[in-house]
């Protein structure tokens, strides 16, 4: 029997955040959702205090959103701590045959021994016949053992026993195609706090996924230095006039130029590598999402420094959602994104 609740949780570097949906009819409706400031240093550290830090936030967190105690709980697991790669360069084979050649492959980009992380493909092409020209096109993720551990006893730790785990950008893009399933093949951008994630998404499938150490504590902190702020004022000033090109004189945007054009650089690269290995689907679409994405001015950033059309993500599309909590998301939509879509999957 299909699970009626489902609880997906992010726990972040600067909050975490829950969203709960309820199954029981179509569409899914949202029951509640809420988030909770990150107990500093929080998930970055392995120290025992630490870990129980974060074990009471997430505890007092779910308490906030009423969780239902039969809810099947879901969590993610950080981009940056996971490997993952499309491997195309594989024959045709059998799902048995692949399982023993993906444990292979996986040790070309997995740079730890494999006996230490747990590998998961999902086959995106395999031809209908074996041949000559036949192949197989597998999507990987390998994720060290060491870090589920770690986020299991934290979860445990808060009387939750998770039903399953993915990567963020795996959830990130449910939450996308399920309530879009006609989406051109697109990039996703997800503005996290210290991390940028991207993925190339075609026809609900995952292509390429890249994490990079750059996020929207990066321009906050940058502002702070360059004006001579404290944190909260910069993290404001942020907030308010973005990259707006038009308020104060140029200055801020000027000064998160630099910073921005790393991110949009590595947008580049990833639309680049994803293109040369799939000239058959071509990146018509780009999907913002994370806490970054309500930036003001960041759509028309990307818009211009790409030259495609940039849209900022919405978690509720395909989602009812109560007219009582819709202030609520409309302020702060896609950083719940992640959440979102852990709580969407189907069981």
Same mark, same amino acid.
């Given at each position: 029997m299909?699970?009626q609740f489902? @609880?997906?949780?992010?726990?972040?570097?600067?909050?975490?955040? !829950?969203?709960?949906?309820?199954?029981? %009819?179509?569409p899914?409706?949202?029951i509640? @959702?809420?988030?909770?400031?990150?107990?500093?240093?929080?998930?970055?550290?392995?120290? $025992? @205090?630490?870990?129980e830090?974060?074990?009471? *936030?997430?505890?007092?967190?779910?308490?906030?959103?009423?969780?239902?105690?039969?809810?099947?709980?879901?969590?993610?697991?950080?981009?940056?701590?996971?490997?993952?790669?499309?491997?195309?360069?594989?024959?045709?084979?059998?799902?048995?045959?692949? #399982?023993?050649a993906?444990?292979?492959?996986?040790?070309e980009?997995?740079?730890?021994p /494999?006996?230490?992380?747990?590998?998961?493909?999902?086959?995106?092409?395999r031809?209908?016949?074996?041949?000559?020209?036949s192949?197989?096109?597998?999507?990987?993720?390998a #994720?060290? +053992?060491?870090?589920?551990?770690?986020?299991?006893?934290?979860?445990?730790? *808060?009387?939750?026993k998770?039903y !399953?785990?993915?990567?963020?950008?795996?959830?990130?893009?449910?939450?996308i195609?399920?309530g879009?399933?006609?989406a051109?093949?697109?990039?996703i951008?997800?503005?996290?706090?210290?991390?940028?994630?991207?993925?190339i998404v075609?026809?609900?499938?995952?292509?390429?996924?890249?994490?990079?150490?750059?996020?929207?504590?990066?321009?906050?902190?940058?502002?702070?230095q360059?004006?001579d702020?404290?944190? *909260?004022?910069?993290?404001e000033?942020?907030?308010?006039?973005?990259l707006?090109?038009?308020q104060?004189?140029?200055?801020?945007?000027?000064?998160?130029?630099?910073?921005? $054009?790393?991110i949009?650089?590595?947008?580049?690269?990833v639309?680049?590598?994803?293109?040369?290995?799939?000239?058959?689907?071509?990146v +018509?679409l780009v999907?913002l999402?994370?806490?970054?994405?309500?930036l003001?001015?960041?759509i028309?950033?990307? %818009?211009?420094n790409? &030259?495609?059309?940039?849209?900022?993500?919405?978690?509720?599309l395909?989602?009812?959602?109560?007219?009582t909590?819709k202030?609520? /998301?409309?302020?702060?939509?896609?950083?719940?994104?992640?959440?979102a &879509?852990?709580?969407?999957?189907?069981?």
């Amino acid at each position: 029997m299909a699970a009626q609740f489902t @609880l997906g949780i992010d726990i972040g570097i600067s909050s975490i955040k !829950a969203v709960v949906l309820s199954h029981k %009819t179509k569409p899914v409706s949202l029951i509640s @959702l809420g988030r909770i400031a990150s107990p500093q240093p929080g998930i970055v550290s392995d120290a $025992e @205090l630490d870990m129980e830090a974060v074990s009471n *936030a997430v505890k007092s967190l779910i308490t906030e959103v009423k969780a239902p105690s039969n809810a099947n709980v879901m969590f993610s697991l950080p981009e940056s701590r996971i490997f993952t790669r499309v491997v195309y360069d594989l024959p045709y084979l059998t799902d048995n045959e692949l #399982t023993q050649a993906i444990k292979y492959a996986a040790e070309e980009f997995v740079p730890m021994p /494999i006996q230490d992380v747990n590998l998961n493909y999902q086959v995106i092409y395999r031809s209908p016949k074996k041949d000559a020209n036949s192949r197989t096109i597998v999507f990987v993720v390998a #994720t060290p +053992k060491s870090l589920v551990n770690k986020y299991i006893a934290i979860l445990d730790k *808060a009387d939750l026993k998770p039903y !399953a785990i993915e990567t963020e950008m795996i959830a990130t893009t449910r939450m996308i195609t399920s309530g879009n399933p006609y989406a051109p093949t697109s990039l996703i951008i997800h503005l996290g706090t210290t991390t940028t994630n991207f993925a190339i998404v075609s026809e609900g499938l995952i292509f390429l996924t890249r994490s990079i150490g750059t996020g929207s504590l990066a321009l906050t902190r940058t502002i702070a230095q360059s004006f001579d702020f404290e944190i *909260a004022q910069a993290e404001e000033y942020k907030k308010v006039y973005g990259l707006l090109e038009d308020q104060l004189e140029g200055k801020l945007f000027q000064t998160l130029k630099p910073i921005m $054009e790393v991110i949009s650089n590595e947008a580049k690269r990833v639309i680049q590598s994803h293109e040369m290995q799939n000239r058959q689907r071509p990146v +018509k679409l780009v999907i913002l999402t994370g806490g970054g994405a309500k930036l003001p001015g960041v759509i028309r950033y990307f %818009t211009n420094n790409l &030259g495609l059309e940039v849209q900022e993500s919405d978690p509720w599309l395909g989602i009812a959602v109560d007219p009582t909590l819709k202030s609520k /998301i409309m302020a702060d939509g896609p950083s719940y994104a992640i959440a979102a &879509g852990l709580a969407l999957r189907n069981f």
